[in-house]
């Protein structure tokens, strides 16, 4: 059974460049989730959705990033323009239940802006 | 409002001896707890779960987790540690209260296993 897939794993860009990130959730899975992970401020959630709809974008940092999940198989998230400190491991989970917690982590995409 | 402490930010043992991660929650509702597991490099991995049924957990890879509701702790403990325990553990704290809730992690416990 396929887990939550990422890609890419390892991403490399320069400052200014447009980045997305892409995410296909667990099959059967109505609800997913963005997380960014840096050594500063650990684990953070960036936004949630569910059956496709975005519940919660309150942890999006700024303008600068945003999130679609067109439909239930598929999700992306964007960082126009990409600055150095966006450099972190971002994270895909899904979940078939929002509310219980127990989510079905990605690898990760790895950024590192320059 | 929930909130997760995780007490220690790593934990050194040696291979062999128990292991102890605390983790102490916040919640104005029966919770439910889960413990993750990261590796270097890959994502994290569910653990374990408290889902409101017996409130001594056990999980893969020889852990398990007692949840005590009058300490407000989820500590997780194993036995006897292995090199490949060595990882990032997570405390997770979610009351399910509506649809809508939000998982709140806890920051994280640095496991070292010395050989």
């Known amino acids: 059974d396929a887990g939550v897939i990422q890609s890419p794993r390892h991403e490399v860009t320069e400052m200014g460049q447009e980045v997305t990130l892409r995410c296909k959730p667990i099959s059967g899975h109505n609800s997913l989730f963005w997380y960014r992970q840096t050594m500063m401020r650990g684990l953070e959630l960036l936004i949630y959705?569910?059956?496709?709809?975005?519940?919660?974008d309150s942890g999006m940092p700024e303008d600068r990033f945003s999130a679609k999940m067109p439909n239930a198989s598929f999700s992306t998230l964007k960082i126009q323009p990409s600055e150095p400190r966006d450099s972190a491991v971002y994270f895909c989970a899904s979940s078939w239940d929002q509310s219980t917690g127990e989510l079905f982590f990605g690898e990760g995409s790895r950024l590192t802006v320059l | 409002a929930q909130s997760v402490t995780q007490l220690d930010s790593h934990v050194s043992v040696s291979e062999g001896t128990p292991v102890l991660l605390r983790c102490n929650y916040s919640s104005s509702y029966s919770p439910s707890l889960f413990w993750y597991v990261q590796h270097p490099n890959k994502g994290l991995q569910l653990l374990l779960k408290?889902?409101?049924?017996?409130?001594l957990v056990k999980g893969i890879n020889g852990f398990e987790a007692e949840f005590k509701k009058s300490e407000t702790s989820f500590h997780l403990t194993k036995p006897s540690a292995h090199m490949s325990d060595a990882a990032e553990y997570f405390c997770?704290?979610?009351?399910?209260?509506?649809?809508?809730?939000?998982?709140?992690f806890g920051p994280g416990t640095s496991l070292s296993v010395i050989p």
């Open positions: 997770v704290v979610s009351d399910g209260r509506t649809s809508y809730d939000k998982v709140i």
């Open positions: 959705f569910n059956n496709n709809v975005p519940i919660d």
């Open positions: 408290y889902t409101s049924a017996a409130t």
